[in-house]
């Protein structure tokens, strides 16, 4: 993604640097990867602080405050080695990083620098954004030096290709992780692969790789601009907005590569849709919380990055916007695959275990999403016309609807209609909604007056109502009137 352009001189330092930065990135592999986490986070914490001391020479600010950051840090990471603490060994998985970065940037800024004010966050923010463009111009002049005396034009292709593997592929990993635990098929074919093209454990070997390139290059980014302690101001930082932008061919590499494993998943979704045995060890309870929540989550980042591309890719050559237009397209037609295939998997729950507000809205926002989609396809091909436009009318209505509908009674309406069918109803679940739900009990006593827990149900809710006070004018309310009264006229034996 293009942005404000960083110039950078690379040194025969700065490589040793990055050396020394990837051997953090190894350690931080071994010491957090490989099991619970004990001493490991002492041992990390001493070999990066020694880093941190032998690169800015022991010249440090603000050292009241650090030598107390720097007592938190160990004392914490201590803890991993003395105590066993589940609730704070998860939490401070998350606070110590925070504080290790914190504690760099306030030991670097001026003495001057008021460091309990809001201005400090906003300063934490700037560092990361600047340690990521460091990291963006330092591959750039490392690329440009490299293909100096290459063609300038396949040089910038094939630059331009490598910058789209290298946000495509995590996002592809992301992605088929979700589908593998979103569908059995899908995984058990995914899992045949390596064993004839990678070796044992490559995807295993892939993630701790790219974990340890993520950390590397994090802390070299973060390192060399806390170094420079202010960095330079350019004219075009006023005019960033202007010049953010996807580059096509990038776009098209991250496209092919999501399309493709869509391809692969949709393939195996239309041999369920059409084949009775798909399911084989499964119930259609446990097929569909398998896969249900993943594929809304990868559908939501097929939305981001639709949308983005969309927004930030500026490419007027007729065959690279025709090449675009079909990988959207594609794109959304198989996020259509899958949407069809979530809803249905929830179905299938709902048949199993009954109707919820959950399962209910969760329908709805699927139902808003391929009117979305849909919209977004035809955007795709007729430029003209306005998303954001669209998506605030539509979120307007569709926000509208959930409230004009009485989704509590169409909750109750379902269940007592599964009920019919099949005998089996939670009678607690409709006792846990309002007024909707008791009254949705009530028709269910009138059904089956010996419904297990049914009667002492509505006992309870008999007293509790009689023990209210009388309710003022301000509360009045329809459907409770309704609900109450036939309460009080129940006859429970």
Same mark, same amino acid.
């Given at each position: 993604?293009?942005?404000?352009v960083m110039?950078?001189?690379? %040194?025969?330092?700065?490589?040793?640097f $990055?050396?020394?930065?990837?051997g953090?990135?190894?350690?931080?592999?071994?010491?957090?990867?490989?099991?619970?986490?004990?001493?490991?986070?002492l041992?990390?914490?001493?070999? @990066?602080?020694?880093?941190?001391f032998?690169?800015?020479?022991?010249?440090?600010?603000?050292?009241?405050?650090? $030598?107390?950051?720097?007592?938190?840090? /160990?004392?914490?990471?201590?803890?991993?080695?003395?105590?066993?603490?589940?609730?704070?060994?998860?939490?401070?998985? &998350?606070?110590?990083p925070?504080?290790?970065?914190?504690?760099?940037?306030?030991m670097?800024?001026?003495?001057?620098?008021?460091?309990?004010?809001?201005?400090?966050?906003?300063?934490?923010?700037?560092k990361?954004?600047?340690?990521?463009?460091?990291v963006?111009?330092?591959?750039?002049?490392? !690329?440009?030096?490299?293909?100096?005396?290459?063609?300038?034009?396949?040089?910038?292709?094939?630059?331009?290709?490598?910058?789209?593997l290298?946000?495509?592929?995590?996002?592809?990993?992301?992605?088929?992780c979700? &589908?593998?635990?979103?569908?059995?098929? *899908?995984q058990d074919?995914?899992?045949?692969?390596?064993?004839?093209?990678?070796?044992?454990? @490559?995807?295993?070997?892939?993630?701790?790789?790219? *974990?340890?390139? @993520?950390?590397?290059?994090?802390?070299?980014?973060?390192?060399?601009?806390?170094?420079?302690?202010?960095?330079?101001?350019?004219?075009?930082n006023?005019?960033?907005?202007k010049?953010?932008h996807?580059?096509?061919?990038?776009a098209?590499?991250? &496209?092919?590569?999501?399309?493709?494993?869509?391809?692969l998943?949709?393939?195996?979704?239309?041999?369920?849709?059409?084949?009775?045995?798909?399911?084989?060890?499964?119930?259609?309870?446990?097929y569909?919380r398998?896969?249900?929540?993943?594929?809304?989550?990868?559908?939501?980042?097929?939305?981001?990055?639709?949308?983005?591309?969309?927004k930030?890719?500026?490419?007027?050559?007729?065959?690279?916007?025709?090449?675009?237009?079909?990988?959207?397209?594609?794109?959304?037609?198989?996020?259509?695959?899958?949407?069809?295939?979530?809803?249905?998997?929830?179905?299938?729950?709902?048949e199993?275990?009954?109707? %919820?507000?959950?399962?209910?809205?969760?329908?709805?926002?699927?139902?808003?999403?391929?009117v %979305?989609?849909?919209?977004? &396809?035809?955007r795709?091909?007729?430029?003209?016309?306005?998303?954001?436009?669209?998506?605030?009318?539509?979120?307007?209505?569709?926000?509208?609807?959930?409230?004009?509908?009485?989704?509590?009674?169409?909750?109750?309406?379902?269940?007592?209609?599964?009920?019919?069918?099949?005998?089996?109803?939670?009678?607690?679940?409709?006792?846990?909604?309002?007024?909707?739900? /008791?009254?949705? $009990?009530?028709?269910?006593?009138?059904?089956?007056?010996?419904?297990?827990?049914?009667?002492?149900?509505?006992?309870?809710?008999q007293?509790?109502?009689?023990?209210?006070?009388?309710?003022?004018w301000?509360?009045?309310? !329809?459907?409770?009137?309704k609900?109450?009264?036939?309460l009080?006229?129940l006859d429970?034996?």
């Open positions: 993604m293009g942005g404000v110039k950078v001189n690379i %040194t025969k330092n700065d490589w040793l $990055l050396l020394a930065c990837i953090l990135g190894v350690l931080a592999e071994v010491s957090f990867l490989h099991g619970r986490i004990g001493l490991s986070y041992v990390f914490i001493s070999v @990066f602080y020694l880093v941190v032998l690169r800015f020479r022991l010249s440090f600010n603000h050292r009241r405050i650090g $030598l107390l950051f720097m007592a938190v840090i /160990w004392i914490l990471s201590g803890s991993y080695l003395f105590y066993d603490n589940h609730l704070f060994h998860n939490l401070n998985l &998350l606070l110590i925070v504080l290790i970065f914190s504690h760099i940037v306030l670097t800024s001026p003495n001057t620098f008021k460091w309990n004010t809001p201005r400090f966050i906003n300063l934490l923010m700037t990361l954004r600047e340690g990521r463009q460091y963006a111009a330092f591959a750039n002049a490392s !690329f440009n030096g490299l293909f100096k005396n290459a063609n300038k034009k396949t040089a910038q292709t094939l630059k331009r290709v490598l910058f789209g290298a946000i495509g592929i995590p996002i592809v990993v992301l992605i088929t979700l &589908l593998m635990a979103a569908d059995t098929i *899908f074919v995914i899992l045949r692969i390596p064993a004839f093209l990678f070796p044992p454990n @490559f995807l295993e070997g892939l993630l701790r790789f790219l *974990f340890v390139l @993520f950390v590397s290059f994090s802390l070299f980014g973060v390192f060399q601009v806390l170094k420079r302690r202010q960095m330079p101001h350019h004219p075009a006023k005019r960033t907005k010049v953010i996807w580059n096509s061919i990038t098209i590499t991250i &496209l092919m590569m999501m399309n493709v494993v869509y391809l998943f949709a393939v195996i979704q239309f041999r369920y849709f059409f084949n009775n045995g798909l399911m084989e060890g499964f119930t259609y309870a446990s569909a398998r896969g249900f929540f993943e594929l809304i989550l990868v559908m939501i980042i097929n939305w981001t990055i639709l949308i983005s591309f969309l930030y890719v500026r490419d007027r050559r007729r065959g690279i916007k025709l090449t675009l237009n079909i990988l959207y397209s594609f794109l959304i037609i198989m996020s259509g695959i899958m949407l069809a295939s979530g809803y249905g998997r929830l179905t299938l729950y709902e199993a275990y009954g109707f %919820t507000l959950d399962r209910v809205l969760a329908h709805a926002f699927m139902i808003y999403l391929m %979305t989609f849909s919209y977004t &396809l035809i795709v091909w007729i430029e003209k016309i306005s998303l954001l436009h669209f998506y605030l009318i539509v979120g307007l209505i569709f926000y509208t609807m959930l409230n004009v509908v009485n989704m509590e009674q169409l909750i109750v309406d379902k269940n007592l209609e599964r009920y019919e069918q099949t005998g089996k109803i939670d009678v607690y679940y409709l006792d846990s909604l309002s007024y909707s739900g /008791w009254n949705g $009990l009530i028709q269910l006593y009138e059904m089956e007056e010996d419904y297990p827990a049914l009667q002492q149900i509505l006992k309870e809710r007293e509790w109502h009689a023990d209210q006070p009388n309710a003022k301000q509360s009045i309310n !329809f459907a409770k009137q609900v109450t009264k036939k009080e006229e429970l034996r």
